[in-house]
């Protein structure tokens, strides 16, 4: 089993937690959550699927995106403070992630009960996102913060489960 899957799922686990503790500090701190959310996500993308998965198609692509990403996570923590602009980044940068995660979907790479799971998710997010975007106040950023909650776990538990059940039915396959 991938070590990497539980590791992301401890840190996913502790920053969700740590999320919803301190849910009402940041909404005073907006660009905390986001900078850090954006720059964590970002180099995960340009460190992982770069260096530990190494797949020919990722690594182009992930790794600029992920560049991409780390540094608009720079520059939300160091530089932009405005309650509205980081709702409006939020939600811009959620919708990405999530055309991703639909085209993903379409293109097969995702599929079965994940990928009607994974579509739902997206859906959601993306509604959530274009209302943050249109109306930047704190009853979607508080939205926005339960979602994110929920999504971090499932984001990290979906690989580690997935593997799990992959590995039992191959020990299955073996004991006949």
């Not at 991409?68 to 996570?73: D, F, R, V």
């Not at 943050?132 to 979906?158: C, D, N, S």
Request: net charge neutral; proline share 1%; hydrophobic share 55%.
């Amino acid at each position: 089993m991938k070590i990497y899957h539980f590791i992301k799922l401890a840190i996913f686990i502790v920053f969700s937690s740590l999320v919803f503790v301190f849910r009402k500090d940041l909404l005073m701190n907006l660009h905390y959550l986001v900078g850090s959310l954006i720059l964590l996500y970002g180099a995960e993308e340009t460190l992982v699927f770069t260096i530990v998965f190494k797949k020919a198609a990722y690594t182009k692509f992930w790794f600029i995106f992920g560049l991409i990403e780390a540094m608009i996570g720079i520059i939300v923590l160091c530089s932009i403070r405005d309650y509205t602009s980081v709702c409006v980044i939020w939600a811009l940068w959620s919708i990405l992630r999530e055309a991703v995660e639909i085209y993903e979907i379409t293109s097969g790479e995702v599929k079965g009960l994940a990928a009607v799971i994974s579509a739902v998710e997206s859906l959601v997010a993306i509604t959530f996102s274009i209302l943050l975007m249109v109306t930047p106040g704190e009853h979607h950023a508080k939205t926005h913060i339960y979602l994110l909650i929920i999504e971090l776990i499932v984001t990290a538990l979906v690989p580690v489960l997935r593997e799990l059940a992959q590995n039992k039915k191959n020990s299955n396959e073996n004991i006949e």
